[in-house]
């Protein structure tokens, strides 16, 4: 029994390769239920909040997985960033805080990054 | 025990001055970011922000087929020697607004286009990345921007005295302008004027894509003449029988 938990332990151990420390680069994201902007969010994450990154070999290209809190879930690369990102709320503390965003409102910000095709004409390449 | 404690005492007591005395100075610093945003940081966050409070006007959260475009507008935006440019395209399941695009930072174009609307005139996906193209070149002669940018609106940008309040009925009175410019006033003859001159000026460098243009504001014609769902095409764009006629025109002179 031990063995095969350990074989279990073993075989999840390189199934998920931790990458790093990232950074939310977008205004506000959400963690995903499962590597697909269509499953359930399970919380909004804010710009430069820092997560520490898995990659699973399972999940298709572009998504990793992360914990936030009690949270175990999915987040798209295009929303990430090596270096903390210099963030419209943190820059901007006293207006972004003056705008008194309920839940409803973050959310949405979140949906938008999700709906988004984005592109950028100087990669060579689509970003999603 | 007591020893230790004694230790620990000169230990974080010290770590603490330096923290009182490092620290002060950050606090300080942040205190010096403007209250208000500078104008290049601002466009985008508003623009996004419109569209999270008119989400489910716009309904543009719903579930949708990957259509394959970002290739075809990348492609577009190369040719035409657009580069440096991040572009966010956003798919509505309405048709209250059939394609426009929305004021964003410097880098930055946020685009609206329609999925009734690309069904129903049944555009391909070049298409779809001329008519992106179109409303970037759109973009760049800001009428949305200069019908919300007021002069309150100029005045506050980059504020960092301490007396201003931000009051929340600027915000809403910003919003409150986007919509009057994309649900009530839309663009002049003399903005559309000068738009399709721009863009037709543009496009003569390649016959093929004028030609494509010129068939998609027919397209577009025959639809706002006979398809009630597209009625409000004509505030938004005054007239595509008159821009095809500027189109053939200008193409005389030349």
């Not at chain 1, 420390?21 to 994201?29: D, G, H, R, S």
């Amino acid at each position: 029994m031990k063995l095969i938990i350990l074989f279990v332990c073993i075989l999840n151990a390189s199934e998920n390769k931790y990458i790093g420390t990232f950074f939310v680069k977008e205004i506000f994201v959400h963690l995903h239920q499962g590597p697909s902007k269509s499953t359930t969010s399970l919380t909004t994450l804010s710009c430069g909040q820092s997560l520490r990154i898995w990659e699973k070999k399972s999940d298709p290209k572009g998504w990793f997985y992360t914990k936030v809190g009690v949270y175990k879930g999915h987040v798209h690369v295009s929303h990430l960033s090596l270096k903390k990102e210099k963030c419209f709320q943190e820059k901007y503390e006293k207006f972004f805080n003056s705008l008194n965003l309920d839940l409803s409102d973050m959310y949405y910000f979140g949906r938008l990054y999700d709906r988004y095709i984005q592109t950028n004409s100087n990669l060579g390449k689509s970003i999603n | 025990m007591f020893l230790l404690l004694i230790i620990c005492n000169l230990v974080f007591g010290s770590i603490g001055k330096i923290l009182d005395h490092d620290m002060v100075p950050i606090v300080k610093k942040n205190e010096k970011f403007d209250i208000f945003p500078l104008e290049k940081d601002f466009w985008t966050f508003m623009s996004e922000y419109w569209l999270v409070k008119s989400a489910v006007e716009l309904q543009w959260d719903f579930q949708r087929p990957d259509y394959g475009l970002e290739e075809k507008v990348f492609n577009i935006f190369q040719k035409f020697g657009i580069f440096q440019k991040n572009i966010k395209l956003l798919i509505i399941n309405s048709s209250s607004i059939p394609h426009i695009p929305l004021p964003g930072n410097y880098n930055e174009s946020i685009f609206i286009l329609s999925l009734p609307f690309i069904r129903t005139l049944d555009l391909s996906k070049n298409e779809i990345a001329l008519l992106i193209l179109a409303d970037y070149y759109r973009s760049k002669l800001n009428f949305l921007k200069s019908y919300v940018r007021d002069d309150k609106l100029k005045s506050m940008f980059g504020r960092s005295d301490e007396e201003i309040k931000i009051d929340k009925k600027l915000i809403t009175q910003i919003h409150k302008r986007y919509d009057e410019f994309i649900f009530s006033k839309g663009a002049t003859f003399q903005e559309q004027f000068k738009f399709t001159k721009t863009f037709s000026d543009l496009l003569k460098s390649s016959d093929k894509d004028w030609n494509m243009y010129f068939n998609l504001l027919k397209k577009i014609d025959v639809l706002v003449k006979n398809n009630m769902d597209f009625k409000d095409y004509l505030r938004l764009y005054p007239s595509p029988e008159m821009q095809l006629r500027w189109m053939i025109n200008d193409r005389k002179k030349n």
